[in-house]
């Protein structure tokens, strides 16, 4: 039976305002289910203890008649890379085994500011380097829908979370699509908002011109809502932007009559399993209906895109991984010297996967090679950013699947990362391109979910929001559950 | 293509990274599978174009020289993780060895 663990926040806050429901109780109904259902998943780390009190206070001043945030009451699961003070905080990783984070990331305090509870830490692969959460020192996270295969990843704990109704929310990070490529292989809502819409402050850099944070939820409502919390201009983070002009209206129209949406020829040219692009048609066909016009456009340089963000982001995860010395904190392993110091804490430290892409990174950055790969892949970024601008002038939005694959088994490509690279091969466009896209489900192939990407220029997430809440309102996919 | 052994070696010294035996034959095949397939970018004329350079838009971001102190709470947080201290100070090995006074 369902229970309030799978309500939306939008309901959740509802019931709350009238009297039928208190965070004591949503709060309660999730350590439960976690309680029950994690050791097997391996979705959550660990849980607060002091979220029940916490919850126990916003019942107390909402009796009151405080006037509270609008996430007043809602506790969401937030993934290990996100800095929380007085948390353990590892990004997934045995060289941050026993770090606590000693400042709170700016999505945390925002969050803080509009009364949202924090619950616990997501799973994760090792430093968000990952597509199925395997790579996580704390052992892999299972996918709900089929507790022998995959939740994707990175983000991998925060997706199977809300999709068990652990929480209702989770927050997540996405470089090459780390929300988005989770939510779909677990049945949920993730969205990447646009590069510089969300501060990373407080979150551990994996590819700085990359990076960004971003909610998974049930619905798309609750995305938006979630994103006008989190999002706009912080003096900590400069690459974030003053939103003043673009920030999402809060009432969503349903209505998507005489928008214009765009199919990559180049997606659909047997790249992803053909009952997922049966699935897919069928959503665009329910956009048709909707009143969408549905056109081909081309994205000549797709092709590339893989192998220039496998280049991009080794290389700036190398850059960023330096500050990893085994002194400032975390896992510490004494050499003779302060070089052989590094050289044990690292290799002791890091697992497999994070090593091959920092050397990865140090062979294309390093004197001799600098050219060929790493100056090379940022002209080809160049041109497959061109690629979506032309395509937004013709197209409001881009649809395609998010992953070329449902969920695999647990191991499967566990030992060949390009394999495992392949299955972002939908989702780096996006943020090579530094556009909004997101993911929601769109139907189940052998009872495992199938997601929808959607993509916008950049500052459009309305219109993310717009076409997914339409979508949403004719489809039932979103309400059904693992359980 | 495989990389060669010195040449992984190389890379993980670069990379601050001690590696076992077994890592470094297995980075051999690894790293070369991966360069193989990154290698499709050479097949693309990229003459004439620019490089990809600002993510956020180009746009240079000033604040003004001082110093912002943090919470007495964060600075502890700070100061309990580090691998060694003496007192308020980070304590690490030498950086400069051998030196002659």
């Not at chain 1, 909402?62 to 890379?81: S, W």
């Not at chain 1, 997540?172 to 402050?201: E, H, M, N, W």
């Not at chain 1, 048709?288 to 290389?315: D, F, N, W």
Request: proline residues 4%; glycine residues 8%.
């Amino acid at each position: 039976m369902k229970d309030d663990t799978f309500v939306t926040l939008k309901e959740a806050t509802q019931k709350m305002n009238a009297g039928e429901l208190t965070s004591e109780a949503l709060v309660s109904e999730a350590l439960n289910r976690i309680n029950q259902e994690n050791e097997d998943l391996n979705a959550i780390l660990w849980v607060s203890e002091t979220v029940l009190d916490e919850a126990r206070d916003i019942d107390k001043r909402r009796a009151q008649g405080e006037e509270l945030g609008v996430l007043a009451g809602i506790p969401f699961g937030i993934k290990d890379n996100i800095l929380v003070q007085g948390w353990k905080s590892t990004g997934g990783s045995q060289i941050l085994e026993g770090h606590t984070g000693s400042y709170n990331a700016t999505v945390i305090e925002r969050l803080k500011a509009a009364g949202a509870l924090l619950l616990g830490r997501t799973n994760m692969d090792e430093f968000a380097m990952g597509s199925s959460t395997e790579s996580s020192h704390y052992g892999p996270t299972k996918n709900p829908w089929d507790k022998d295969k995959i939740p994707g990843g990175s983000s991998g704990g925060s997706a199977a979370a809300v999709a068990s109704g652990f929480v209702p929310v989770a927050l997540g990070s996405d470089t090459g699509g780390s929300i988005r490529q989770p939510a779909a292989l677990c049945g949920v809502v993730g969205l990447k908002p646009t590069y510089g819409r969300v501060s990373r402050y407080g979150l551990m850099a994996l590819a700085s011109s990359l990076d960004q944070i971003g909610p998974f939820t049930r619905t798309v409502e609750d995305a938006a809502l979630v994103l006008e919390t989190i999002e706009g201009l912080d003096p900590k983070d400069s690459t974030s932007y003053d939103l003043t002009n673009t920030s999402v209206p809060s009432l969503i129209e349903k209505d998507i009559s005489g928008m214009k949406l765009g199919l990559p020829k180049e997606y659909f040219n047997g790249m992803m399993d053909p009952s997922i692009e049966k699935t897919i048609m069928t959503a665009v066909e329910e956009l048709e209906r909707a009143g969408a016009k549905v056109q081909e456009i081309s994205l000549p340089h797709c092709e590339y895109a893989l192998a220039t963000y496998y280049i991009i982001q080794p290389a700036e995860a190398s850059s960023n991984l330096g500050r990893f010395d085994g002194l400032r904190y975390g896992y510490h392993s004494s050499g003779q010297n302060l070089q052989d110091t590094y050289e044990r804490t690292r290799g002791e430290g890091f697992g497999s996967e994070v090593k091959r892409r920092i050397m990865l990174g140090s062979y294309t950055l390093s004197a001799g090679y600098y050219d060929a790969y790493y100056r090379r892949a940022l002209k080809v970024r160049s041109l497959i950013k061109r690629d979506f601008d032309e395509a937004f002038k013709q197209v409001d939005a881009i649809v395609s699947p998010t992953s070329p694959s449902l969920a695999w088994n647990l191991g499967e490509k566990f030992n060949d990362p390009i394999a495992m690279y392949l299955s972002d091969i939908y989702s780096v466009s996006a943020n090579l391109a530094t556009i909004p896209a997101m993911s929601i489900p769109c139907g189940f192939v052998s009872g495992l979910p199938v997601g929808l990407q959607l993509m916008a220029k950049p500052f459009d997430e309305y219109s993310l929001f717009r076409i997914g809440a339409t979508y949403q309102n004719r489809t039932d996919w979103h309400t059904q559950t693992p359980l | 293509m495989k990389l060669t052994r010195e040449e992984i070696l190389q890379i993980a010294k670069l990379s601050r990274l001690h590696l076992e035996e077994e890592e470094i034959v297995r980075y051999q095949d690894d790293l070369g599978s991966i360069l193989d397939y990154v290698e499709k970018l050479q097949e693309l004329s990229v003459d004439g174009i620019t490089e990809f350079q600002h993510a956020a838009g180009g746009v240079n971001v000033f604040r003004e020289d001082k110093i912002d102190s943090c919470s007495q709470e964060s600075r502890e947080q700070i100061r309990e993780n580090f691998s060694a201290r003496e007192g308020d100070l980070l304590k690490v090995q030498a950086v400069f060895e051998n030196r002659t006074l």
